[in-house]
């Protein structure tokens, strides 16, 4: 409860009013997983990659999320076009670094969306956001092998100089623009065992920011939300794929009001 | 009750004891859900879209569906190519316009593929059908901002311009091949929080042409066999995660003397 | 129970206790559920299939997984890539010819990658398996129409000339290298009206390579575990949505005491 809870709270009620189109160029695992978790907690949405139609698709969303998991050059090349026509018009890019760091081509791409495009916010496992800075970096395929605190100082450093919002996914949530510090304390430690769940996650705050133009505050209401989805599945399921399936539920059940009550959400901003 | 639901019972019996192979070419959000459509209902599905092998795919298949989201280039040319031979080999092609006129590289598409291959059936939503002879209509992404009605008059003159079986899904489902006209009331209210559900309707459409020669009569048993199955769904469910679940249930639970039951098909044509 | 049940038992132990990361380049259908199947059973997974990153990023995995579903040209090449290099690495390659035999272009992808990649296991249906050297073969899209039985004799023997293990699923599994001969008779039949099973199963076959360097046995518990998951799945669930959801619940609660005593693994080999 506070402040925070209250905006994230406004931010759903403005988000099932207003139905926002969110516009994904995402990789194949996450793909349907996505769609379903923007459908059920009200936005609406649309998967397009071909170079041929981006710009045009852009051109009728509220937000665009870019993810680089399964990528391939041609994707590549269609994020930075649908990147670029998304800032023109004005709405928010959202980046997510799938296994940025596991390869060089994957960071490469990272790097390379972050210097084409004005993204607004990065969300990334902590070893996806140290990869955007660290050239030496050891990880494994998609998952952190580091945690949120030792991406922290990176994220902190890069969204100053990037003027990026940062939300670094993990037991707890880091969300940050290089002054304001927001942790969201709310999930469910089955939320690891589900594919494309930090996609949907992604989304989720492509979703929020398209209805409110505080980044951090949207990012960390979005990471509320999508993590108290995760803790009412936990406590109906007690395995993955239930788990999954009751989280799409919960996203669909929650109301403004039960996000309010819920929300965990914590400033941790030095004056 | 009635001749409609009769033979939509009767069309489900063929199809459990036939067991028709059904080859998509269809979009990477709804492939999965459109696979599992198909086999709860007791069909087969083949997914394949590499140019080098689709007109050896289609022909062990008794139809073809051509799903245009999340289209490329390569993958127009390909469904081409496999809807050409389809024909060839005499058996039916849905084609699921997915966007259309919500990019011009869509338009482009859906209507180059009318152009080139004698499609079957046609089914989309109403923005969809609009799109596939106005052009300058406003849509967005591949949800629909009008109503079946006011895209019912395009579908009767496409209709019989093309030859082609128009079904227009809704909040009640048109089917007409521009002489007669057939409402299909099944369906709930949740299917439009699920992705790829209008994807998976075409599949069944095409499982159903693949067992009934009578494009109008199966289209419209296709769409009431799985509007019930939302209506099953929806009794069992309140969210869409579950609902999507117990859909697919249903779709395997659905016995043709249920079918016969609760199919809600109204004949509209006019004399 | 017995020394393949207690063998399938310790590497289940294993696999929970090292989280083994396996690289998948998959099919687009399966893609999501495949990724599922190794989380919930405790492993590690990562989809990558461009050509640009494939050799890192199974430089970091413990198992490759090849699977030919949805197959393009590039993906293919891909897939050669990666396999060349994870044999050089000395992990286990795994080739699922999902549809081999169906199309030429299937057929002649499978036996490249046998040509070229020293696979490890490949596991397939009968019709699969003996399109891999029997060039007249008649087959229907991904399914299998001949029976375990009629592939024995191929499998004992391509096992034998290529030094590959052999998986051939289907009511009972057959698994052979051409000397020993084992059957595991786990397994439920609404497992066939779930896609991409086979092609997870196939994963699940990664999973346990990467932790049992004895093949045979590692498929044959691969097995054993992943039929147990379809049969307690099919205890609590009477069709084929809510059955994959019970099924990826399973593989995630199985103990390696319960596989201890449920793995019905059958020794054939003649001395």
Redesign the interface.
Known sequence: MGVLSDRAAEDLSKLRNEKP?I?NIT???????T??TL??MGA???????E??VE??VS??RALVLNI?????SRLDAMLKAGVKAIENGIPVILDPV?SG?????TAAARRILETVSVSVVRGNASEILSLRNDNLS?????TIHTVEDAAGTAKTLAKELRITFAITGPADLVTDGKRVLYVLNGHMLM?????IGCAATAAIAAFCSVDKDLVTAAAAALAFFGLAGEIAGKK??????F???????L??ITPEMLKNHAKIEDFSTP
């Open positions: 189109l516009h990789n194949f695992v996450a793909m349907n997983f769609a379903n459908l059920s609406s949405a649309v998967m397009a990659h071909a041929e139609e045009e698709m009728s969303a998991g399964t990528l391939t050059g296994g596991a390869t060089s081509f994957r990880t494994r395929g998609v998952d690891v065992r589900v594919t494309g399921a007690s395995a993955p794929g239930s999954m399936i009751h989280l799409i539920d919960a669909y059940s």
